[in-house]
Every structure is written in structure tokens, then in C-alpha cells.
Nanobody
């Protein structure tokens, strides 16, 4: 069982930046692909960004491409999501997810992930 814990959420004004972190309780974090999802009130959880186990492959939702950057540090068993030029519509609970992966893949569907964090709130004021 892998535990995933997010941190770094908060309140920020539109145009500002936040950096979310994701810590995984496994020494084999390098064997897991990682993704970020978000869920706004009254909406379904949606894909934000994903990264392969090596960090060599990344993909983003169209709504955040060019503003958000996903990365990981396998030596520290951590991942991160740098969010710049934040907009009020980015307000949501952000979740980190991990999936055991032996290939050079990333994953964008919720049901592909094995482990989820509890989420961290991001609120962007206008």
C-alpha cells in the first residue's frame, strides 16, 4: 500500500502562483507514474497533468498547458505541480495520484490510478 500526501495549497490572487507537492510513502517511487487531478464544487474530478516514472514524458490538460508544470524527484520520492498565472477557474481541490508502471507511460484517466491523496484546496480570488 502506497500513501500519497499533497501539500502546498492555499489562497492566491488571480495571476499568482502556487507550488503543490506530493509525497509518496514508497522507496520505489521511481516505479510509479504520477498524475494530478482537480475537483471543483459540483463538478467531476478532472485530469490536470501527468508524468511518467522517469519524468521524461509529461502531458497536460488544454486548460492548464503553458501555465502549469509537473515534475518529480525520484531520489526524494516526491512530485510537484508548479502553477503560474492562476485563474479563478483553477479553484478546486487538487489530488495527486500514483500508478505502478513498468513502462515509459503517463496516464490521464482517473480509473487508471491505484493510489490517491486526500487532496489540497487551491482557491484563486479575482
Amino acid at each position: 500500500q502506497v500513501q500519497v500526501v499533497e501539500s502546498g495549497g492555499g489562497l492566491v490572487q488571480a495571476g499568482g502562483s502556487l507550488r503543490l507537492s506530493c509525497a509518496a510513502s514508497t522507496r520505489t517511487f521511481r516505479s510509479y507514474a504520477m498524475g494530478w487531478f482537480r475537483q471543483a464544487p459540483g463538478k467531476e474530478r478532472e485530469f490536470v497533468a501527468a508524468i511518467s516514472w522517469s519524468g521524461g514524458y509529461t502531458t497536460y490538460a488544454a486548460s492548464v498547458k503553458g501555465r502549469f508544470t509537473i515534475s518529480r524527484d525520484n531520489a526524494k520520492n516526491t512530485g510537484s505541480l508548479q502553477m503560474n498565472s492562476l485563474k479563478p477557474e483553477d479553484t478546486a481541490v487538487y489530488y495527486c495520484a500514483a500508478k505502478y508502471s513498468s513502462g515509459t507511460f503517463y496516464y490521464i484517466r482517473r480509473d487508471e490510478y491505484d493510489y490517491w491523496g486526500q487532496g489540497t484546496q487551491v482557491t484563486v480570488s479575482s
